[in-house]
């Protein structure tokens, strides 16, 4: 009676043991895949989704690092599915208008910047204004301030407004990231977000026009030999 | 500041041995600090026996929007006899900024003891107007101290003012303390013979009158007089990596009668080097001025230990919320090609962490660098970068300091611009 009992159990410890084995290996396997390819984490559906605005970002000429990006920090965040792909949408919609309103020649970072501005609520139209007195000036830092002024609850066309002249009154980067302390600060301490903003604003002096344009000649690519079909 | 202090009259030297410290709770933008502190001194006086003790100092400070609550006091261990040394219970509380301005309203009961001769109590109330802005702020306030067991002093009226400001790591801070009170002598002498008021001295009209309670019949019949000090003190207090500096000088200002030659003038300095991130070598040294009102004479200072820090995990503690107000500083600075080195000051937490554009959103952890330092190295390339920071498992906050965005997903990010 022992031995059929004593097989019994050891044949049961090994089947338990190789259904244990298979179960570590395939997530060890699950594992990798994910480290290789994080977006496995996605459902079926949503990464079906999220790779369909992949190709359409690189056959628009647009980056779709910030696609990828924008779905791995839903992930990270542990969004719905549906909401990452809207998200994911979102992002890629506001990168086709900026790129319509900065042109071809604009940087991925002055791209990134604008996609954020136009999903605070600014207009495409807007974004033009500022292209047209940009003369080689990054927009990068004045998009990245213009929307967090909104988040922080200033008006929308206050900051808008605000940010488009000085930015025509010639002010520099760091008098941008100044401006933006300045008023984070003046929050903290009470006063409304508009007040704050133009508070601050009329402290920075005008640093003149922007210089002239570089002749045609110069090392700046045209924009018309960059722009995509 | 969790961390023995010491301080030896006349000319001891003390030391100090262990401490620990623990947060237990942090929860919503409420805070609740344990510790306890425990350390071996010698103080020594004048004409008198130095003593020996141990002390065991248990501590505890509750903290929110609208008020903090503090109590410690510490037991002394000496022969074969417990004693009860010094104590203090505080509370603070604070309005909403108006324009700027908050108006403060501090209360103390505290106990001190410096030996078998010294030892008082004291309550005391003080209300402020403070004007702050992020990065300074002023302040004008007044009060009343009433000293027990004190039998020279009647009530102390303070009026103070002063002003404060954070440049880079360090933060400065002036200060204006003026003092009115009487002072009560007694009107015999140690042989109880009857002696005459001193010239500068009144003699009561109503002896007992405007003194405080007191069992002591000297103080009854003694003689009074008006003092009014004013002390111009500053501090520096300087913070950089895994050191801490505190400096502070001062002037006294009086009548010859109420200020000794040896109070005149102050300064004494506080260092803490953090070696690990749980240890910690401490030293002090300096002298300080009379305290009138409470019978202290002035005294040198000096001490030297090592404080071990204790950080517990708290348990069956679910963070619900992060409060940015927990990170008191956070920056990002060059530290070679392609890497930044990001720094964050967020005090009595277990783990911070970060992730953004450049982690591809997976979080790491930062490294525990001393009691409330908190830094990582990262490859950061010039350009635009989002970033989230996570404390104690909580939510993703966008770390303060950096201009932030909606991230879509119910939170916000914060956007690092990192240039050539």
């Known amino acids: ?229 | 500041m969790i961390h023995p202090r010491l301080h030896a009259t006349a000319f001891a030297v003390s030391l100090a041995l262990l401490s620990t410290g623990q947060r237990v709770q942090a929860q919503g933008n409420s805070e609740l600090q344990t510790w306890l502190e425990a350390g071996a001194l010698t103080t020594s006086r004048s004409g008198s026996l130095p003593l020996n003790a141990l002390a065991l100092t248990p501590g505890a400070r509750y903290a929110n929007n609208r008020m903090t609550a503090s109590a410690n006091g510490s037991a002394w261990l000496g022969g074969q006899q417990v004693q009860l040394g010094n104590a203090v219970a505080a509370l603070e509380a604070f309005t909403p900024l108006l324009y700027g301005v908050r108006a403060e309203l501090m209360a103390n009961a505290s106990r001190l003891f410096q030996d078998p001769l010294v030892q008082n109590d004291q309550l005391d109330a003080e209300g402020r107007l403070h004007l702050m802005r992020q990065r300074g702020g002023v302040w004008l306030g007044s009060g009343v101290a009433r000293p027990l067991r004190v039998a020279a002093v009647s009530n102390v009226n303070v009026s103070s003012g002063g002003i404060w400001t954070r440049l880079g790591p360090a933060t400065l801070r002036g200060s204006v303390t003026s003092f009115f009170f009487t002072k009560v002598a007694s009107r015999t002498d140690t042989l109880e013979n009857a002696a005459v008021c001193p010239a500068h001295f009144v003699a009561p009209s109503n002896p007992g009158a405007n003194i405080m309670s007191s069992t002591d019949q000297s103080v009854s019949t003694g003689c009074r007089q008006q003092s009014r000090l004013t002390d111009v003190e500053g501090t520096v207090h300087w913070e950089h990596r895994l050191m801490e500096v505190t400096v502070r000088g001062g002037q006294r200002f009086g009548d010859k009668l109420d200020v000794t030659s040896e109070s005149r003038q102050w300064a004494s300095a506080q260092a803490a080097i953090w070696i690990t991130s749980q240890l910690a070598a401490v030293a002090g040294g300096g002298h300080e001025p009379a305290q009138p009102t409470r019978g202290l004479p002035a005294r040198s200072f000096g001490s030297l230990g090592l404080m071990l820090a204790y950080w517990p995990i708290p348990r069956g503690i679910v963070p619900v919320e992060t409060p940015a107000s927990l990170v008191h500083a956070f920056e990002i600075r060059p530290a070679g090609t392609s890497l930044q080195r990001l720094t964050a000051r967020i005090g009595g937490v277990e783990t911070v962490e970060i992730m953004g554009d450049f982690t591809d959103w997976a979080p790491i952890p930062l490294i525990r660098r001393g009691r409330d330092l908190w830094e990582l190295l990262v490859p950061l390339n010039a350009g635009v970068h989002q970033i989230n920071l996570r404390i104690d498992g909580g939510q993703w906050i966008a770390p303060p300091g950096v201009p932030t965005l909606k991230d879509g997903f119910n939170g916000e990010v914060g956007v690092l611009v990192v240039r050539q």
């Open chain 1, 1 to 229: 009676m022992m031995v059929p009992s004593l097989r019994r159990v050891v044949l049961s410890s090994l089947v338990l043991l190789s259904a244990a084995a298979a179960a570590a290996a395939a997530q060890d396997t699950t594992s990798r895949v994910r480290e290789l390819d994080p977006l496995a984490r996605l459902s079926e559906g949503a990464r079906y989704q999220v790779e369909l605005l992949l190709d359409s970002a690189k056959v628009s000429g647009l980056p779709t690092t910030p696609l990828e990006s924008k779905a791995l920090e839903g992930i990270a965040k542990r969004a719905d599915g549906r909401r990452i792909v809207a998200e994911v949408r979102k992002v890629f919609r506001s990168l086709r208008d900026a790129r319509a309103a900065l042109g071809p020649s604009a940087s991925t970072d002055e791209l990134n910047a604008a996609a954020g501005a136009l999903r605070m609520g600014i207009t495409p139209a807007e974004l033009a204004h500022l292209v047209k007195t940009r003369h080689e000036k990054q927009l990068t830092v004045p998009l990245v301030v213009l929307s967090d002024l909104i988040t922080r609850g200033v008006p929308r066309d206050t900051a808008s407004q605000t940010i488009l002249s000085l930015w025509q009154r010639g002010a520099a980067d760091d008098d941008f990231l100044g401006l933006w302390r300045g008023v984070e600060r003046d929050i903290v301490s009470g006063t409304a977000p508009g007040v704050a903003l133009l508070n601050r604003a009329r402290e920075i002096p005008s640093r003149g026009p922007p210089p002239a344009a570089p002749p045609a000649s110069s090392a700046r690519p045209d924009r018309s030999e960059n722009s995509n079909p």
